[in-house]
């Protein structure tokens, strides 16, 4: 049999599943992956230098901007360069609900995650199931912040809209709900045979890998590498309230998924203990005014659902940054795809690649209004069109 | 078959080997490493911004001994670089992040603008590679024993001398 040559297949520039513009370049030998190059640059936006033609209070909305899934990680982060570069604290109330907001993105952002993962592997069901279960989180974001995703609630000092007493008993009903449907999903997830069989063993990341690749998030976590920025570098409520950070040490996919729906269900454990907090706080105290523009320069960091999120702000005294640094942690953690796809089958290549969740930005939901502002589909509409249409292509009912 | 850990159940929640740490707000743990630094580069100047922020400044040429010994000896995760175009040279800012104590050191050393050139950390991890290639090509630090010095951001056709966040100083 004659000696396999190394063939290169290309995924990308447009990825043909994640609606992302990046390019792999796989080299095969028959099967199996032997090398891989990533070439980034196709999304690069520039906005550190945007934000240097910014002042700081324009700063938070821009970097927002960033990415759709990740809305509130980025002002997260951002925020708290700013007041680390201008010591400034911020309220308690402000504190916990800066944490109800990031958990609520966390959960949505996983179950996102997992849905995609689902669907990458052909198995819609989970695409389905989790995507479901995602609606109501995206409900409660509105509820709180008036939009399902670029929330626009954080400033410098603080955050910009309160939530009233009243709105915190449905929330709590909302999380009992999802709670339970969270249960039924992770164990549904983590005993089916299929997802067992496609995921374990599948790209995996060691422990020494992940740490000289400075990996983190859960792609990090499920490697062994226990560093959650929430646990370590304690900010907004995170110190105040009782939850577990999940590290696992398989380091393949499975443990990147399991590590994903154990963390929502922490998620929903941080929120609920915020909602509670917050009864016992004085309304309308969310924002201690920044007065002076910083002088100094400041690191803030957030864990995003991916990884640590990190801004860095060089101030001089004026109202715009001299210097504005921003790193996503795909940037840490899509490297390490370099050696987690390493000798494995070019079939498993997909997921693997898609196992550090590289982020992307997502925007779902149609409204159509006529120009006077009435709703001219409802749900219903909706589904009846869509019945209508499978019909007429001979789909059946 | 199921492979759910036994305690999920019980307690609502899968935990790690690591939950809330002790030493993470310790005044000894701090002291320990402030101690450790400054015995292993005592020419370097320490500047404490915040209890979580510090910020070293040090002598271009040491850089990989010290980055080796914040990442190797100290067991910091490589957060990301920062360099800046300033009046008085190119200043790199390396974040480091000792994440046992939730501490970032910032290593700061400044090139001159007629010859930016410092030492290539990729021999330390190959997690520095996409920074370096990132200043190389938008502020033209050129960084020694960096072998793949491929655009990462640009177009691959933008001209080698073309490096945006360069700054007009005069």
């Not at chain 2, 010095?149 to 001209?159: N, Q, V």
């Amino acid at each position: 049999m004659a000696e396999l040559e190394p063939r290169v297949i290309p995924i990308g520039p447009f990825h043909p599943l994640q609606e992302e513009a990046e390019y792999f370049k796989l080299t095969v030998e028959g099967e199996k992956v032997i090398h891989l190059d990533i070439q980034l640059g196709y999304m690069h936006r520039g906005h550190g230098k945007i934000c240097e033609g910014k002042t700081y209070d324009q700063i938070p909305f821009v970097v927002e901007r960033i990415c759709g899934i990740c809305s509130t990680s980025h002002p997260f982060a951002c925020v708290q360069a700013i007041e680390d570069a201008a010591n400034i604290e911020i309220p308690p109330r402000a504190a916990y609900i800066r944490s109800i907001v990031g958990e609520l993105e966390r959960i949505h952002s996983h179950l996102l995650w997992l849905g995609l993962a689902g669907h990458f592997l052909g198995y819609n069901t989970v695409w389905m199931w989790a995507w479901k279960y995602r609606e109501p989180v995206l409900e409660m974001c509105e509820v709180i912040t008036g939009n399902r995703n670029h929330y626009a609630m954080f400033k410098p000092g603080g955050v910009r809209r309160d939530i009233e007493e009243g709105m915190i008993p449905p929330l709590l009903q909302v999380l009992d709900k999802l709670d339970k449907k969270l249960w039924m999903l992770t164990k549904a997830v983590l005993d089916d045979p299929v997802l067992h069989a496609r995921l374990e063993g599948v790209g995996i990341l060691t422990k020494e890998k992940a740490i000289e690749y400075s990996t983190e998030g859960p792609t990090g976590r499920a490697s062994g590498v226990a560093i959650d920025v929430r646990k370590d570098d304690p900010h907004a409520a995170y110190d105040w309230i009782e939850w577990e950070e999940i590290v696992l040490t398989e380091g393949d996919v499975f443990a990147k998924a399991k590590v994903r729906l154990l963390e929502c269900l922490e998620s929903t454990k941080i929120i609920r203990q915020c909602l509670e907090k917050l009864k016992g706080l004085p309304e309308g105290d969310i924002d201690a005014k920044m007065t002076d523009p910083p002088d100094d320069e400041g690191v803030g960091r957030y864990e995003a659902p991916r990884g640590e999120v990190f801004h860095y702000v060089k101030g001089n005294g004026s109202m715009y940054p001299e210097r504005y640094k921003i790193r996503a942690p795909s940037y840490m953690n899509i490297k390490s795809n370099e050696v987690a796809v390493l000798g494995g089958s070019v079939a498993d290549a997909a997921i693997t690649l898609a196992a550090v969740d590289p982020c992307y930005c997502c925007t779902e939901r149609i409204a159509a209004f006529d120009t006077k502002g009435k709703l001219l589909h409802t749900w219903d509409d909706l589904v009846r069109l869509s019945r209508e249409k499978t019909a007429k292509m001979g789909g059946g009912s | 078959m199921t492979d759910i850990p036994q305690n999920l159940e019980k307690d609502g929640a899968y935990t790690g080997d690591t939950g809330f740490s002790p030493k993470r707000d310790s005044d000894v743990e701090f002291k320990k490493v402030e101690k450790q630094c400054l015995e292993f580069y005592p020419k370097g100047e320490l500047t404490k911004l915040r209890k979580r922020r510090w910020y070293w400044e040090i002598e271009t040429k040491d850089i990989i001994n010290v980055a080796d010994f914040c990442f190797n000896k100290l067991g910091c995760r490589f957060s990301i670089a920062s360099g800046t175009d300033t009046p008085r040279g190119f200043t790199i800012l390396y974040h480091f992040s000792l994440d046992r104590i939730g501490l970032i050191i910032n290593i700061r050393v400044t090139l001159p603008h007629d010859n930016p050139e410092v030492d290539s950390l990729t021999s330390l991890g190959r997690g520095f590679e996409w920074i370096e290639r990132e200043m190389l090509e938008l502020l033209g630090i050129k960084f020694k024993g960096l072998d793949d010095t491929r655009h990462l951001l640009l177009p691959e056709d933008s001209p080698p001398d073309y490096h945006p966040l360069r700054r007009p100083h005069g």
